[in-house]
């Protein structure tokens, strides 16, 4: 018995210090809003921007434009992609117990680009009825498609964790050829859509893509953390889960649905962002480790405030200019990913 108190009182002191870093993050995030709604042609002062958003009715007309129809739509925007990025990254990293894991290195988003890149070349759509929903009918369609691959991959025994990632840059490849193929057959108009979906841009976004995105989130978050035991207990292994009564191949079909549907919307609102569901996810495992009722809220959280850092750091470059976010996060993650690849490989040796 003197023995469980002390065991108790540190189990709470951690999930006490876990909440506080989750609180931290939602300051960090309404930070990292506040500076991307002031970050543009003509920067608007931070107080400005902070004032506008609080109290709308104190504003001018004209910052009142510039905030809340302009730039708000996509900060708003970036951080919900972030959102499902790093909810996708995290609930694949999780399934299939890869810390390589992501929509982006396995290739989903890729086949979700190749997708949409159907129904702009030639209008067909693979959902009968989707009308002006084809683009993301198709995107999340075809994602699906690539991560029931890698769930069957999965089943194969010897297929170890290396594997699944060469699988995933053979899916990467070959559904950039694809969209390569598809750009050469395309018109002016086409080729410059099919170009915004492989570059990533949040210029397009509107209110309805923000609330679209949000009612996603809102219904995947609690979807997922209605399973963090069952995720954290395969965490431990397969066999260990099984002997606990979880359906573990249930769990990954729901799991892998459930992120296709995340990837897809995400890609085919702002094309593809590469990186920011390795990252995220990867913060988050640093700060709470892998109980999944902390590591879920905090890998969304990092991840929707990394990409609002990246859109910031998009208009900030060159004044007047601004880069496709996927550039940014492509020139931000590769360099993490490669240290990532040698700490896995230091550890194994």
């Not at 876990?18 to 609180?23: G, H, K, P, S, W």
């Not at 996708?88 to 399934?95: E, H, K, P, R, Y």
């Not at 929903?133 to 170890?160: D, P, W, Y």
């Amino acid at each position: 018995m003197p023995a469980t108190v002390p065991a108790a009182a540190d189990y709470r002191r951690r999930n006490a210090r876990r909440l506080q870093l989750v609180l931290f993050g939602l300051l960090a995030l309404t930070f990292a809003l506040a500076l991307d709604v002031s970050i543009g042609p003509g920067n608007l002062p931070l107080a400005d921007v902070l004032r506008t958003l609080l109290d709308p009715q104190s504003a001018t007309p004209r910052l009142s434009v510039i905030v809340w129809d302009l730039r708000l739509p996509i900060a708003l925007m970036a951080l919900a992609v972030g959102a499902m990025l790093g909810l996708s990254g995290a609930g694949m990293q999780t399934i299939l117990s890869n810390p390589l894991a992501d929509p982006f290195t396995l290739g989903v988003s890729a086949a979700a680009t190749v997708g949409a890149s159907v129904a702009i070349v030639f209008g067909w759509s693979v959902v009968p009825g989707a009308g002006p929903f084809i683009v993301t009918a198709n995107a999340f369609v075809f994602a699906l498609g690539a991560s029931l691959i890698l769930f069957f991959m999965t089943k194969l025994r010897g297929v170890s964790a290396e594997t699944m990632i060469l699988v995933g840059i053979a899916l990467l490849f070959t559904c950039n050829a694809i969209t390569a193929l598809l750009q050469y057959r395309s018109n002016e108009v086409q080729l410059t859509q099919i170009v915004f979906w492989s570059l990533g841009s949040l210029a397009r976004a509107t209110w309805t893509k923000v609330g679209v995105a949000a009612l996603l989130i809102a219904l995947a978050l609690p979807f997922f953390l209605m399973r963090g035991w069952a995720l954290t207990a395969l965490r431990l292994g397969d066999e260990r889960a099984e002997s606990l009564g979880i359906r573990v191949d249930r769990l990954r079909l729901e799991i892998l649905i459930a992120t296709s549907l995340l990837a897809a919307v995400s890609v085919s609102f702002v094309g593809g962002i590469g990186f920011i569901g390795l990252v995220g996810p990867h913060i988050a495992r640093l700060l709470v480790g892998e109980d999944q009722r902390f590591f879920l809220p905090v890998a969304t959280l990092a991840s929707a405030t990394l990409l609002s850092l990246a859109s910031s750091l998009s208009k900030a470059i060159t004044p007047g200019v601004i880069y496709p976010i996927g550039i940014i996060t492509a020139l931000i993650g590769v360099p993490f990913f490669f240290s990532l690849v040698m700490s896995i490989r230091s550890r194994g040796a």
